[in-house]
């Protein structure tokens, strides 16, 4: 490591303060380095700073608690909150979700390494790489873990008896309670009354639409439902819903609902029987969970006078902070683009530490003051704490333009459109992308995989059809009547909005995606009327989704039921919605990419055995698997540099 003053720099990383930040890159930067077009280790090096994670402040304000990969592994770091060197805490713990115990002795995170997602507690007066104690030995995965008041143990809740249930572990001597034991509900997410007395957590429905908030004492006993919240499906197994965010004085009680098509937040006093309200309604979703993505939930200040909130506009998402009484809110960051996220208040109510992304750097942790006078409530002091982009590589990176277009129907679809630096007269290739989900969103966030096609030549248009998160519940289930019917519409008015405009070749379009994007993908292939697109890509993509239904994930057979309805009741509506049923009418080549499954994973892909299939009907089409990835695709070295510069050579030989 180098130090040049406040600034640390790693030899193959920079995780800097803001200081001396723009003459550090230009310095280093070259100009060779903006013309070479992205590599395979610089998408890896990309993907190695500050993680989507909630920041933790020290109790006394002195330092905020992040976790990163920089080092290899999943580990947490400690940053002033005026800047200067990063201290590293643990090593190789492969942590995840920090939460820093009330007395500031203990960082409690969940972590896998001895083979279940149990509780670790790491002592922080300890050294650098102190042994951290495995508090929960339950065999089983833990999905979340919160501090009691007096940091003398912890509310989580976890999959020991094959459901998700709440208990009370004790700290440091990890004995234990079980609290709730509904077989057929998941009851989790628990946190602390400010008391210490009570604990609240959320009981899901068995079919993940509705959700009940229930306050009972510290022995499971005496609950009480205290909200209700109908019709919000939570395909991310009640994350999408997230914690009672219980008021510091303990007398009132923010949740999320659709009530209004958008999910906003709405609250409720504790122990009255008045209906929730709205704590600052806006026709914008205030969350922007989905997939496996996650960018945190409200907070509370100190004092309970203020409410931080994210509010996702198109793809925007910014950091909000509006009074608990209601009224105006006050943009903090992210005003106008890139996304911000993972708020917390600092310990006396004087800052908030946030992490913010945008299209031309990844994650990194900020701070801002926030002030109230007679005016209302004002932000300043905005600081970048860490710089998690490596040297060299800004440069490299397009801005997209925001755009819509109109697809059969009428609807709107939001898209990003990313052109090449160098951009001929005539129309060249292009490449749509489809996200996953479909409850997803393309956001204004880094996308490499994305840069990766653009430096080589393609405009690339991301669109977020009918399905995707971020647009009200009304758009988001707008896909009810198939997958691969009204969405790929979507795709085809998006191809003709690039021909129309000039960006795209007519000859020269294709389409790829991951994992529901990978169906996308395949349904183009199969159902596409011929001429619009001249290759697919299907990465992991799904290719029968009645088969999934009988063998898949549960969250996915879930998602298949809430949108398309009963597999046998609906049977057609499924075989309708599976390319594997229809390859005797492809007539695109298409390359089909698989992975090896993490362990405990079902794979119910169907893949090869729809290239298989189509190959029987002598379809142009290629099978491929690679080494798995273990998260996101491009985070691993067979992703980045095996994968995507096939997917390149394929696109090459059909779009030129």
Partial sequence: MLYFG?????QDKILV????????????????????????DEILSIHQGVELDTPQWLPDGS???????????????????????????????????????????????????????????????????ADALQLTAFRADVNTANWAPDSRSMAISCNRYGSYDTFEVDVPSSTWQRLTSNSNRHEQY???????????????????????????????????????????????????????????????LLFRSHRSNWINYWQLELGATSEPTPLHPEDFDQACESGSITCGEACWSPDGRQVAFLSNRNGNVQLRVV?????????????????????????????????????LAPADIWVAEVTEDDRGIIASGLRQLTDSMPVGLARKFNTPEKVHYESFDGTRIPAYIYRPTQVSKDPGAAIIEVHGGPW???????????????????????????????YGKEFQEKIQSGWGVDDLKDLLAGAQYLVARGLADPHRIGVTGQSYGGSMAMAAAVFAPPGIFQAAVSRVGYA?????????????????????????????????????????????PILVIDQESPPGEPSPDQREAFVKRLKSFNKPAWYKKYASTGGPYARSEAGAKQMLPDVIKFFKAYLG
């Fill in 544 to 588: 029968d989704w009645h088969h999934y239904t009988l063998h898949g994930g549960q969250a996915s057979i879930k998602l298949l039921r809430h949108v398309l309805g009963d597999p046998q009741a609906n049977q057609d509506l499924y075989i309708r919605s599976s390319p594997l049923r229809w390859v005797q009418q492809a007539h695109l």
């Fill in 323 to 359: 009074s608990s009484d209601g009224g105006a809110s006050t943009v903090i960051a992210a005003d106008g683009e890139g996304v911000a996220s993972h708020p917390q208040w600092s310990p006396d109510g004087r800052w908030i530490a946030f992490l913010y992304q945008s299209f």
């Fill in 190 to 252: 628990p946190v602390y009354l400010p008391d210490g007395n009570r604990i609240a957590f959320v009981r899901l429905s068995e079919n993940w639409e509705d959700h009940e908030i229930v306050v009972a004492d510290r022995r499971g006993s005496s609950q009480q439902v205290v909200a209700r919240n109908e019709d919000f499906f939570d395909y991310q197994l009640g994350r999408r819903f997230g914690h009672p965010l219980i008021s510091p004085d303990g007398r009132r």
């Fill in 63 to 129: 330092g905020i608690i992040f976790r990163s990969s920089v080092g290899g592994s999943s580990d947490f770091w400690c940053v002033e909150p005026d800047g200067g060197p990063l201290r590293r805490l643990t090593v190789h713990s492969g942590g995840q979700a920090p939460r820093v115990s009330p007395d500031g002795r203990w960082l409690a995170y969940l972590s896998n390494r001895s083979g279940c997602r149990e509780v670790w507690i790491h002592p922080l007066a300890g050294d650098l790489g």
């Fill in 440 to 470: 997803d969103q393309f956001r204004d966030t880094m996308h490499v995989v994305v840069q990766f096609y653009v430096q080589r030549g393609y405009t690339v248009l991301l669109p977020n059809i009918r399905g995707s998160s971020g």
């Fill in 17 to 40: 303060t803001i200081r001396g930040l723009i003459e550090v890159r230009d310095a280093l930067a070259t100009s060779a380095a903006s013309t070479t077009p992205l590599t395979g």
């Fill in 6 to 10: 406040p600034i640390l720099v790693r």
